[in-house]
């Protein structure tokens, strides 16, 4: 019975897909007497399959390349991903020729070649045109091609790479990138969701994304988007049952993969490991019974002996440390048996020797004059400065007041415009001044310069929007310290204001 070529090459592709290898070869090789195109991409994928009986990759490259000679696509691309490794320059020749004929694979590869994001020269105009034309494709046998240069651009637009940088436009793509599982873009997209960068905020939305970014099925496949995730019900759900979960789970996957060996775990692991035993120690604090007491003594004291080892710690260490040394000083001050109180001092010399003062008062338990009570010394980290709020949003302000006084720190005065701002600074003489950017009468970028004018030496930090991120620069040139972003949160409030202080 007469076949035509159309029916013939499909009947070959169900073989190949039913590992009836035989019987595609059989097809394909009459295709292949009529020097169809794609009959030989399609040959070379069965010499490139192991299980074939015909394993051969020279006899695969042979084919591709005179798919590729005779204009083929696909070919082309399948040619460049076997020079890739042996041969970069001529599996580059083989992409561009392909992405010249806009196919999707070809195109995604010359957008890695022009933007070269792992070395010192970049085109990233040239990147993003072939991104773009990657992302067209509809073809379902490219589907992760399409999501993965969607991600590349959703980095690109985040980053600013050689374009302005647009959250707005890297949420776009990266709603296209999640289409298939890419752990990073989810983990993007969370940020997007919990920041409010290029979206409304979402905090159920951001949760979602770092269940993706974190899990695969029901077992957990990215480390990093696992802490994240447990930091994020910890600090900003106040679900700490389903994070102590996620840190059990996390941990225990950890054990697992170095046979309860923490050295064997790589450095990045190592540091997951140490923060995950971190929160855990504080969910068993806040926890209070006798076991969990126990159970927060032995994170604390495992936390602060690997911080120990290191020659240097970054910010976030030094806080993990500080805490983990003064909880533990505490736990032995309060319970007060036998060289309990020698254990205590040394927890806190330990803690002193960062040389963080203030954070070290937001920890450390003192003796309270009035009863005699150990209570934490958490209103002392401020020692009283004196500091101007200013922001038309009066409930903005009245976040920042709760903050800034529970931390020990005095509210000066508050103003509702720029030109007040101005005012009260002249009278008040504050230490430091909260300076909204957007406000009527005056803005925040001019009320600063006006500061400037009445002490040149004044501290000013901004309060912005993501959408008001330009205007920062611009504060930062006319002196302001620092900047922090709505919706204000607490943590991010005291490291700018302790910083600034400390300085």
């Known amino acids: 019975m007469f076949e035509n070529d159309e029916t013939l090459l499909q009947k070959a592709k169900n073989d190949l897909a039913n590992k009836k290898y035989a019987a595609a070869e059989k097809k394909l090789n009459k295709l292949l007497k009529k020097n169809n195109v794609e009959a030989y991409c399609l040959m070379g994928d069965l010499y490139q399959c192991r299980d074939s009986g015909k394993y051969d990759l020279t006899m695969a490259r042979a084919y591709y390349e005179k798919g590729a000679s005779l204009g083929y696509a696909p070919a082309m691309a399948k040619a460049g991903q076997l ?34 994001f792992s070395g010192d020269t970049h085109d990233y105009a040239e990147a993003i045109r072939c991104f773009e034309g990657s992302v067209t494709d509809k073809t379902p046998e490219y589907q992760s091609i399409v999501c993965d240069s969607a991600y590349m651009l959703a980095v690109i637009y985040w980053c600013g790479y050689g374009v302005e940088q647009n959250y707005y436009l890297a949420a776009a793509y990266l709603d296209i990138a999640t289409q298939v599982r890419i752990p990073h873009a989810f983990y993007m997209l969370a940020l997007v969701y919990r920041y409010g960068w290029g979206r409304d905020q979402d905090k159920k939305k951001a949760a979602d994304c770092y269940w993706k970014a974190a899990y695969n099925s029901d077992y957990i496949d990215d480390y990093h988007a696992a802490i994240e ?61 006798a076991s969990a007491r126990m159970d927060c003594e032995e994170r604390y004291q495992f936390v602060v002996a690997k911080l120990d080892e290191k020659e240097s710690l970054s910010e976030a260490e030094k806080k993990m440390y500080i805490q983990s040394c003064c909880e533990l000083g505490n736990l032995y001050k309060a319970r007060g048996i036998g060289t309990d109180e020698q254990d205590a001092a040394a927890y806190y010399e330990k803690a002193a020797r960062v040389d963080d ?21 958490e209103n002392k980290a401020g020692r009283g400065q004196k500091i101007l709020i200013a922001d038309d949003a009066a409930f903005l302000r009245l976040m920042l007041r709760d903050i800034l006084t529970k931390n020990g720190y005095q509210v000066a005065g508050e103003a509702q415009d720029g030109k007040v701002a101005v005012e009260k600074y002249a009278r008040l003489q504050p230490d430091l001044v909260l300076l909204d950017i957007t406000m009527p ?48 949160q607490a943590e991010r409030v005291l490291e700018a204001v302790g910083k600034v202080f400390r300085s």
């Open 357 to 377: 003062q203030d954070l070290i008062k937001m920890y450390v338990q003192e003796e309270d004059p009035a009863n005699g009570e150990r209570a934490k010394s």
């Open 83 to 116: 020079y890739a490794e042996r041969n970069y320059q001529k599996a580059v020749e083989y992409y561009r020729m392909g992405a010249e004929r806009n196919d999707a694979y070809c195109l995604n590869r010359m957008g890695y070649v022009a933007g070269n």
């Open 229 to 289: 995730l447990a930091k994020f019900y910890f600090d900003e759900l106040d679900d700490r049952g389903e994070a102590s979960d996620i840190l059990l789970e996390l941990l225990f996957d950890l054990d697992s993969e170095s046979s309860y060996d923490f050295n064997e775990l790589k450095d990045n692991e190592k540091e997951i490991y140490i923060e995950a035993s971190f929160y855990l120690g504080r969910y068993y604090q806040e926890e209070g019974y």
């Open 441 to 488: 009468e005056m803005n925040g970028i001019e009320a600063l310069k006006e500061i400037r004018k009445i002490s040149p030496d004044a501290s000013v930090i901004m309060c912005s929007n993501r959408s008001e991120q330009p205007f920062v620069l611009e504060a930062i040139q006319n002196g302001a310290k620092d900047f922090i972003v709505k919706p204000f």
